[in-house]
């Protein structure tokens, strides 16, 4: 088994990258089965926070070429069409669904990520790392173009000229700088406060009203693409969906009894 998920009490899905011994390099059976925990922790009321991991002190170490379509390039009957494809039903997917899921997720990025693991990771809407952790590209040393989202996502989180010499000279952003650059929410020091912290945030956003922050996350995500009249209407409509949970409800009661509320993600 080369995933792992699980769901806790505490309502977080953990959703492990486990193939230590490839430096958790995707395969197309894994990223099928990244889809599917993203897209049943969607329709899970028990799952409301998603926490991303790699094993074995690594995180990604981008698409296992030895499995992947490009590995057929140059040889005879090779039709490029096949990579359009697996691109499609693949990791362009999985980073899609990793993007849209209304719920927060977590990605806590120990040691390497690099290319289309890089991506994954960026794809969360909290990145943790360590003063270890490396953000790497190098599809350029392969004569292949940024893929996984990396062309959509890069920008908008650092900017069209640092994402520049990231996808066109290969500089990668390690540690600290990942914060400074962007990429990352929050450097800690190590590998063991990176697990600690990246699980304590996980479970303070699964005790949240999910939800809400569901459709905030919605709004969010529409906002880079829209005019402000439209994000107004795109407002309008998730606080009429907020007004309708029975976090609203125990929200507005916790206020007025002044007591700490409990939410249900409902």
Do not use: Y
């Given at each position: 088994?080369?995933?792992?998920?699980?769901?806790?009490?505490?309502?977080?899905?953990?959703?492990?990258?486990?193939r230590p011994?490839?430096?958790?390099?995707?395969?197309?059976?894994?990223?099928?089965?990244?889809?599917?925990h993203?897209?049943?922790?969607?329709?899970n009321?028990?799952?409301?926070?998603?926490?991303l991991?790699?094993a074995?002190?690594?995180?990604?170490?981008?698409?296992?070429?030895?499995?992947?379509?490009v590995?057929?390039?140059?040889t005879?009957g090779f039709?490029?069409?096949?990579?359009?494809?697996a691109?499609r039903?693949?990791?362009q997917?999985l980073i899609r669904?990793?993007?849209?899921?209304?719920?927060?997720t977590?990605?806590?990025?120990?040691?390497?990520?690099?290319?289309p693991?890089?991506?994954?990771?960026?794809a969360?809407?909290?990145?943790?790392?360590?003063?270890?952790?490396?953000?790497l590209w190098s599809?350029?040393?392969?004569?292949l173009?940024?893929?996984?989202?990396?062309?959509?996502?890069?920008?908008?989180?650092?900017?069209?000229?640092?994402?520049?010499?990231m996808?066109?000279?290969?500089?990668?952003?390690?540690?600290?700088?990942?914060?400074?650059?962007g990429l990352?929410?929050?450097?800690?020091?190590d590998?063991?406060?990176?697990?600690?912290?990246?699980?304590?945030?996980?479970?303070?956003?699964?005790?949240?009203?999910?939800r809400?922050?569901?459709?905030?996350k919605?709004?969010?995500?529409?906002?880079?693409e829209?005019?402000?009249?439209?994000?107004?209407?795109?407002?309008?409509?998730?606080?009429?969906?907020?007004?309708?949970?029975?976090?609203?409800?125990?929200?507005?009661?916790a206020?007025?009894?002044?007591?700490?509320p409990?939410?249900e993600?409902r």
């Amino acid at each position: 088994m080369t995933v792992r998920f699980e769901v806790g009490g505490d309502h977080v899905g953990r959703l492990t990258l486990d193939r230590p011994e490839a430096a958790n390099a995707l395969t197309p059976g894994m990223i099928a089965d990244l889809i599917g925990h993203v897209r049943s922790t969607a329709g899970n009321d028990d799952a409301r926070a998603l926490l991303l991991t790699g094993a074995g002190g690594r995180f990604c170490a981008g698409m296992d070429l030895r499995e992947s379509t490009v590995a057929k390039a140059g040889t005879p009957g090779f039709d490029p069409q096949t990579t359009t494809d697996a691109l499609r039903d693949g990791v362009q997917t999985l980073i899609r669904d990793l993007w849209e899921l209304e719920k927060p997720t977590v990605a806590a990025v120990d040691g390497a990520a690099v290319g289309p693991g890089a991506h994954l990771a960026l794809a969360c809407d909290f990145v943790l790392v360590h003063e270890g952790t490396r953000f790497l590209w190098s599809f350029h040393q392969w004569g292949l173009v940024a893929d996984a989202g990396g062309a959509w996502l890069l920008p908008r989180l650092v900017g069209l000229p640092r994402a520049r010499t990231m996808l066109l000279l290969g500089e990668g952003s390690t540690g600290p700088q990942a914060v400074e650059d962007g990429l990352a929410t929050r450097c800690v020091v190590d590998a063991d406060a990176l697990a600690k912290v990246a699980d304590e945030l996980a479970v303070e956003l699964a005790s949240g009203p999910t939800r809400a922050l569901g459709l905030t996350k919605r709004m969010l995500n529409r906002a880079l693409e829209t005019t402000l009249a439209e994000s107004l209407e795109i407002e309008a409509a998730a606080q009429a969906e907020a007004t309708a949970t029975r976090d609203l409800v125990e929200g507005m009661a916790a206020f007025r009894d002044k007591r700490d509320p409990k939410f249900e993600g409902r």
